[in-house]
């Protein structure tokens, strides 16, 4: 399971979910989704422009968490 740790990075980065939205250019309301981990893709320029942004690596913002089958 990939998880979106974009909240985490935020906090860090003391940028508003707003304010990134406006600098990577979606709306808001896409914004939330993503930093809640509601979407099941995610563009590659956009998260290039999120980590350009937030002066990261997509590992700081997507982790994979291995599946436990029973």
């Known amino acids: 399971m990939i998880v ?3 909240d985490r990075m ?3 980065r003391k940028i508003s979910s707003k304010e990134l939205a406006c ?6 309301v896409n914004m939330s989704l993503l930093k809640r981990g509601k979407i099941k893709s995610i563009r590659l320029d956009l998260l290039n422009s999120i ?4 002066n990261c690596q997509p590992r700081d913002i997507l982790e994979y968490i291995p599946d436990f089958e029973d």
């Open 23 to 28: 600098k990577v250019n979606i709306n808001q």
């Open 10 to 12: 935020l906090a860090d």
């Open 51 to 54: 980590c350009k942004h937030l």
């Open 4 to 6: 979106v740790r974009l």
